[in-house]
């Protein structure tokens, strides 16, 4: 599990040996927030946590590592010594895996010693930040599949394997239903779907024969029926059932290419015809939310998407402006002033007001403050050990954000949206953020 | 090593078992190519093959893997059993990493029997299709840097942590300098660079404390100076520099927001003023080519560029459209006729044609051709060892790179570009593909 403890950005490292240096241990606060949303997006689905969490609690320096970086000259043997010691020991809070939050929000605050919070920055961001555009993307996925079921195919287009294994969890959570990735299924208890590729039935001598020996060794399968001609390859799918009789079982056709609208509909037509109405489609072949959403608008008979290359990037907005800052040393706020990059003081607090079930507004309050509302941010890990406050088991996860996005208010649910959710900065915490820049101002 | 052995699409299991199950193991060869260039991209950079053989050489099925596979209960014991002792057999073809290619062409060719190549599919795409979006996307920063040198400072906006680490490997083949990402340092032997965060110098008393510590455990480092005001920050070095006299070592200033064309003159000019002529100007902050050509063509006075999220994700084309089909089966020619899928059927290899050490001319060929130009297939794998044809030292990839980017004309690297690289089919092969696509409407 210590396959992490070098990725780092180097800096964190000289900066570490400074603060070994000059004897700063202090305790600090760091916060990890989103500036801005991106253009198409209103609220994003906090994910990754629990991914983190276990790498942090096990996050050690191997004799490898350490001889890597005394080969980079940075460095000295005490410093060396006390990082092949070193063990996460701080509390972290954090927003339940699945909720939903908004600009500026903290959705992860480390509280320990300096050194310890920095040198998990790089981790911290890159990886809250995959599972989180990921999971926010296949909301909306899902949102315009309107209760039909979504597949994850994106396993071969993703960013890495570690994108496209986290990702395979993070849209579970978003409410994907399967995955086609194996070791993501593996690697989390997903649940994982396919059947067949064009190789199969190009290998073949016909596509009838491809049909016919498929079905043979999975009785139950889909068949792939666009290789050479779709209607052509939904009629031989018909033909197989004539040929079989009680023994067709074959469960669904898929489509991958061409006007998806126009075929799925004469697909159905020939399907239903034969009397095949348990056959279901499934279709896939660049399909993004907006592709889906014209399509379940107008009614398809489509019963399956299959969603690869656009989910599995976020191919719209495949970062984040994700950061984590330094925000209180020593029992100090501490804030840069730098131009357009804000970040709010001190320890923090995120309530979150409902009217009638409905998510009304956020509040970002200082940590002491009690208001109404949900308080967001929980103890996930203190002194270094994962507390039980954060369920990791995915199921409940998964359930958790569908509750919570089925809260938010419908205007915000929709795709586009313009609409803005209301988060407010409680009085307090805008007094100690003007303190704060009036101290470092003189 | 066989971390990736379950990294495939459930199909290609149903699919090994089917061909497993009907006795179908015949020679077979699959093409990987790119059908469409990225709107912005005029070519693209092969890059990833090194990597990717590694983990074909070592794929394994270890009992954990077997286990779970019988648990998906698509399986039958005989199958298990084969794939227990799996191991790849084949031949591979490939381009040279650091190759520049276009449209349909094979950069890939993979003859095995069909599992064997089918089982690797998704492995294939998801790695070459990394690493070749990763340093095509380099190139064009490093062009628009004119000469200035690149860092890459991307790890905590990659979309996750192989993402990051082959990224950074990526983008050295691109041109980029160096990496701010240790464990890539590590993995691949990189320069890596970097120095201090904004937390530092807020965790000190104050910015002229911060640089007064931090140059003291580190002479000759780069200061960060916009924290609070970056004008303020250049002028703190400079009364730094009289402090210290002789003893001032500090290399650079980095600036990381607001007008970098504006606040990099003015610093350029105090520190000028101040006889600092040696100290460099780093900047960063939301750097892409296109903000990159910017300054470079006003003949800006910094001199390194770090680049992170938009290079890291290649956010303007974060996928390919990579596909990897099968060509060949039993030795007959194999292709899809789908909508909009074009597959050129059979072994193939490509002529690169150059005319006074400028490329002018590709031509997608039969394997069997010989054509004027330089093969660009070459034998990286035979019997499913690595042969030594492809080099895998990381510098003379590099050097290849830079070289054969530098043998394009000039107006395909010009960003924008609006011009087409001439990518022709032979005669053979449009025969071939004619004669495949009428034996298969029969």
């Not at 050194?115 to 920055?121: F, G, M, R, V």
């Not at 596509?207 to 029926?225: G, H, K, N, Y």
């Amino acid at each position: 599990m210590s396959s992490s403890a070098l990725f780092a950005d180097l800096y964190e490292f000289t900066m570490l040996r400074a603060y070994f240096e000059l004897g700063m241990d202090a305790q600090a606060t760091f916060s990890l927030f989103v500036r801005n949303l991106p253009p198409q997006r209103n609220f994003l689905i906090a994910a990754g946590m629990n991914d983190l969490l276990d790498e942090i609690e096990n996050l050690r320096f191997e004799p490898p590592q350490i001889d890597y970086l005394a080969s980079l000259e940075f460095s000295s043997k005490p410093f060396l010594d006390w990082l092949a010691n070193f063990r996460f020991s701080g509390d972290i809070y954090a927003m339940r895996e699945g909720t939903p939050f908004f600009e500026n929000e903290p959705i992860m605050e480390v509280v320990a010693p300096i050194a310890e919070a920095q040198l998990i920055e790089t981790l911290v961001l890159n990886q809250i930040g995959l599972q989180t555009i990921l999971a926010s993307k296949a909301a909306r996925v899902v949102a315009a599949a309107r209760g039909r079921n979504v597949v994850d195919f994106g396993a071969r287009r993703a960013q890495g394997i570690d994108a496209a294994n986290k990702g395979a969890r993070a849209f579970y959570i978003g409410g994907v239903e399967s995955t086609s990735n194996v070791a993501a299924g593996q690697a989390y208890g997903l649940p994982v779907a396919g059947t067949m590729a064009h190789s199969f039935v190009e290998a073949c001598a016909s596509e009838m024969e491809a049909f016919r020996s498929f079905s043979d060794v999975f009785p139950d399968t889909t068949l792939l029926v666009d290789t050479y001609d779709t209607i052509d390859g939904v009629k031989k799918v018909v033909a197989l059932a004539k040929e079989r009789g009680a023994n067709f079982k074959v469960s669904a056709v898929r489509l991958d290419s061409g006007d998806l609208d126009a075929l799925s509909r004469e697909a159905r037509r020939i399907l239903d015809d034969a009397g095949l109405t348990n056959v279901q489609i499934i279709a896939s072949g660049g399909l993004d939310e907006t592709k889906i959403d014209e399509l379940t608008s107008r009614d398809t008979p489509i019963d399956i998407f299959g969603v690869g290359t656009d989910m599995a990037v976020s191919s719209d907005a495949p970062a984040l402006d994700i950061a984590y800052k330094l925000t209180e040393y020593a029992g100090e706020g501490r804030m840069k002033l730098s131009i357009g990059k804000r970040s709010l003081p001190g320890r923090k607090q995120v309530f979150r007001e409902f009217r009638d079930g409905v998510a009304v507004r956020d509040v970002i309050t200082r940590h002491s403050e009690t208001l109404a509302g949900v308080p967001l941010l929980q103890p996930v890990m203190l002194s270094g050990r994962r507390g039980a406050a954060q369920s990791s088991d995915l199921s409940q996860i998964r359930a958790y954000a569908k509750e919570q996005l089925a809260a938010l208010p419908q205007s915000l649910r929709a795709l586009p949206s313009h609409e803005r959710y209301d988060v407010a900065i409680s009085d307090e915490l805008s007094k100690f953020e003007r303190e704060t820049r009036e101290r470092l101002i003189d």
